[in-house]
DNA sequence: GTCCCTATACTCGGATAGCAAGTGTCCGAGTATAGGCGG
DNA sequence: CCGCCTATACTCGGACACTTGCTATCCGAGTATAGGGAC
């Protein structure tokens, strides 16, 4: 059970933009080189998300994804699920009703099989603390955690691509 | 994010090795033909349970697969963990280090990745669901609620290859 | 000087190859058993 | 009749193809902008 790269990327991609003032929008290959991932790859992930309603993005020049919603409303488990997939990993194939103990009626399997109702509680415990805890969540932890340094480096590069926006105008 | 479809199967298996006697073993192939599964491969999971040291095994005539503790003192997180490894589905691969904001020293990265924690953290709450029931339990909640038809027909099928057996002998 | 038009360059969006891991299968090594033989 | 030996058949154990889904990439459609020209 490996999930996919793309959660760890977007995730963190959500809280750089989420880090962004209000309006403001960045395009893939942006978040890609602040990343140091493929930009062809990140971009399809992206596009799952504004799919999903997590991002807006905007075409032409001076486009790039925004949040669509404010970053506290927004769950890290949506961001999972809408890379990852909504249906839980286990799925029951209702082996009970097979084999020679098997082929009875429906009726005769009301309640529900035991490990199917085990795992989805765990599926759901999982899902749980995914959705306590949102964008807006983690990129004050970021802010309140991050080295005085790395910041730094971050708004330098900031403002680096800005001059390199403003160079070309 | 998708669980071996092993694990079902394996955890099937193991209830039933619950329920039979003590001492009592019982061959893959059997397992395999009661659970309507493929045998050979079912087979290279119970391996797997095996080198975990939830099974043990009897090779020959007679031999077969039966539980190396009792029922009660297996958790399925142990069964699932041999099945699909343990290491979490998420692997947090440092992104905040790469790129134009990142590469400073290691002494400047000493909080935990926000993200690396979260998923941490969802996954220990996974892996506490699936640690809290065992086997035994699961054996209890399949012989408290499955319908007496279904008992019956489970109960008709052991004899059957009881006869099975003694019929070569 | 102002407005409009056109060409441009940049963006997202979906369709297309490559690869790793899970899926499914097979055959060989080892062992308890069952029958036959000798005492 | 009893004990031993041998051949057998059945078991687990690890090594070998195949398919699905994730990984990685590219090119085309659409749009806001920037410059040039006409009024």
Redesign the pocket.
């Known amino acids: 059970?490996?999930?996919?790269?793309?959660?760890e990327w977007t995730v963190h991609c959500c809280t750089l933009l989420a880090a962004l003032p209000e309006g403001t929008?960045?395009?893939?290959?942006?978040?890609a080189e602040f990343h140091a991932?493929?930009?062809?790859?990140?971009?399809?992930?992206?596009?799952?998300l504004?799919?999903a309603g997590i991002?807006?993005?905007?075409?032409?020049?001076?486009?790039?994804?925004r949040l669509a919603r404010p970053a506290p409303e927004i769950t890290v488990l949506e961001v999972v699920e809408a890379?990852?997939?909504r249906e839980p990993a286990f799925t029951c194939t209702e082996i009970r009703r097979r084999g020679p103990a098997g082929g009875l009626a429906a009726s005769e399997y009301r309640k529900p099989c035991g490990i199917h109702a085990l795992m989805d509680s765990a599926d759901e415990a999982w899902r749980s603390e995914l959705a306590a805890t949102s964008i807006g969540d983690l990129a004050l932890y970021v802010a309140a955690t991050a080295s005085p340094k790395a910041i730094g480096r971050a708004a330098a590069w900031f403002q680096q691509i800005s001059v390199r926006?403003s160079k070309?105008?």
Chains 1, 2 share one sequence.
């Open positions: 059970m490996r999930m996919s790269k793309g959660v929008n960045m395009p893939a290959a942006r978040l991932v493929p930009a062809p790859y990140l971009t399809k992930h992206l596009q799952a504004a799919r991002l807006d993005s905007d075409s032409g020049p001076r486009g790039g994804f890379i990852d997939g926006e070309t105008s």
